[in-house]
């Protein structure tokens, strides 16, 4: 069984040829650009023009140094063993010194209580998620 309706049918092909002129009329006028062509001078310029183009992007959380960061507990959570290390600023940068990065940091808190190992260097390990 179809789920079609029994009135349901093939078009003949004169209504072929009919729903393709109706398709081909809506089609752009102009030939698009071919895949190795080079973009139009106004896409670029338009990309120029957009204001987010001036903004820059903050280094992630992970990138920042331990005296850079404003907040007073740092946390990481392993994406793997939903595991979470907390540490108060002011130890981390007692333990690993104020300009470790709090990426090499965070990994290290959850590499040496990490419960995920294997034997196999690929697979050993947490993944870390920087709060």
């Avoid at 398709?23 to 204001?51: H, R």
């Avoid at 209580?113 to 870390?128: I, K, S």
């Amino acid at each position: 069984m179809t789920d079609r309706p029994a009135s349901w049918r093939m078009p003949t092909p004169k209504q072929m040829e009919t729903m393709a002129a109706v398709v081909a009329g809506n089609a752009p006028q102009k030939p698009g650009l071919a895949p190795d062509a080079d973009l139009p001078a106004e896409y670029w310029q338009a990309l120029l023009n957009d204001p987010r183009a001036e903004a820059r992007s903050a280094p992630s959380g992970g990138a920042l140094r331990l005296s850079q960061i404003p907040k007073h507990i740092l946390r990481v959570g392993c994406r793997r063993c939903a595991r979470i290390v907390e540490i108060q600023k002011v130890d981390a940068i007692r333990l690993y010194g104020r300009d470790a990065l709090w990426k090499d940091v965070g990994r290290r808190l959850l590499d040496n209580t990490c419960t995920q190992r294997t034997g196999r260097h690929e697979e050993d390990g947490c993944w870390p998620a920087f709060e």
